[in-house]
């Protein structure tokens, strides 16, 4: 069965280094999207990707953030510098088109914890 | 603006039926979904309802939505142990472009045997 993959599925990192994240979503799934989960709340979207193309970017911290999504296939998510309250969960998210009931398919996610 | 909300935690015997509330705000939403994340995992849709549908079943779930109050409820009958996990309500405003979800803060349901 198709499934979204992420890595690293941890990691631990000091304030003030950069961090990436990596996630190819389920082939043929044009909608991309990142959330971040703070430990006891819901996800919370930081970035959607139509292909290669930014849609919806309001919620990312653009000052330390940063995804690109270059072929419009895989994706990465940048954080630079971490902060001590960047430590969540980073889920991604793919679906098959932006419409319709739209059915987002979620990968294992990334445990961020920044010391 | 958007504002999903959910009760914190459910408890229930293994057997009996477990009911997880949620309330929405925005009046333009046209997908609601039900979401169960076990520790340290994704998340897995469960069910989603259309917003001019008022009920949806689907073998043990059963989905309400009272869009008078913006209320949403899942029914899970005969629970078991193996529901245990966070579950998540999110709608999807008709106002944003594509299909940015917006999720409450989940209820964990525990299931005692």
């Known amino acids: 069965e198709a499934e979204v993959a992420q890595s690293p599925r941890y990691k631990i990192t000091e304030k003030s280094q950069a961090v990436a994240f990596w996630c190819d979503p389920i082939s043929g799934h044009a909608t991309l999207y990142w959330y971040r989960q703070i430990l006891g709340q819901g996800p919370e979207l930081l970035v959607q990707?139509?292909?290669?193309?930014?849609?919806?970017d309001s919620q990312l911290p653009k000052d330390r953030f940063s995804a690109e999504r270059l072929k419009g296939v895989d994706s990465t998510l940048k954080i630079q510098p971490a902060e001590l309250g960047d430590s969540a969960m980073y889920l991604c998210a793919s679906s098959l088109r932006g419409g319709g009931e739209g059915e987002q398919f979620f990968g294992p996610g990334t445990r961020l914890t920044v010391l | 603006g958007e504002d999903v909300e959910q009760s914190l935690f459910l408890s229930v015997r293994e057997g009996d039926s477990s009911v997880i509330n949620c309330t929405y705000t925005?009046?333009?939403?046209?997908?609601l979904y039900w979401y169960k994340q076990e520790p340290g995992a994704g998340l897995q849709l469960l069910t989603y309802?259309?917003?001019?549908?008022d009920m949806k079943q689907d073998q043990r779930l059963t989905v309400l939505l009272n869009k008078k109050d913006k209320h949403l409820s899942l029914r899970i009958a005969d629970t078991q142990t193996g529901d245990s996990a966070i579950y998540f309500c999110a709608e999807r405003p008709n106002n944003n472009a594509g299909n940015m979800l917006t999720f409450g803060g989940g209820t964990r349901l525990m299931v005692k045997p």
């Open positions: 925005d009046s333009s939403s046209t997908y």
């Open positions: 309802i259309f917003s001019n549908m």
């Open positions: 990707f139509q292909d290669e193309s930014v849609v919806d």
